[in-house]
Nanobody, 119 residues
Framework: QVQLVESGGGLVQAGGSLRLSCAAS????????MAWFRQAPGKERAFVTA????????YYANSVKGRFTISRDNAKNTVYLQMNSLKPEDTAVYYC????????????WGQGTQVTVSS
């Protein structure tokens, strides 16, 4: 199994920044596609961003383009989400996820970390 643990969430003012981390353990990490999703109360979980094994390809939801940046450090088995220019609508529980078998379905999920953006 793969274990994913998110950290770095908290309360910030609109316009502020926050960096989330996701530490992976239990299996090989370096070849996995990694992603961030988020879920607000009463809403479906939504895709935020993803990064391939080498970091050469990244993908972003339109709602976060130009504001969020995903990166990874395979030597540390960690993926990051830098969040800038935060808006109240970014408030959600943020989850990291791993696609371990290359089928574009995410197999492993972290427990989530709360991000709250005040106005």
């Amino acid at each position: 199994q793969v274990q994913l643990v998110e950290s770095g969430g908290g309360l910030v003012q609109a316009g502020g920044s926050l960096r989330l981390s996701c530490a992976a353990s239990g299996r090989t990490f370096s070849t996995y596609t990694m992603a961030w999703f988020r879920q607000a109360p009463g809403k479906e979980r939504a895709f935020v961003t993803a990064i391939n094994w080498s970091g050469s390809n990244t993908y972003y939801a339109n709602s976060v383009k130009g504001r969020f940046t995903i990166s990874r450090d395979n030597a540390k088995n960690t993926v990051y989400l830098q969040m800038n220019s935060l808006k109240p609508e970014d408030t959600a529980v943020y989850y990291c996820a791993a696609d371990a078998d290359g089928n574009y379905q995410y197999d492993y999920w972290g427990q989530g970390t709360q991000v709250t953006v005040s106005s």
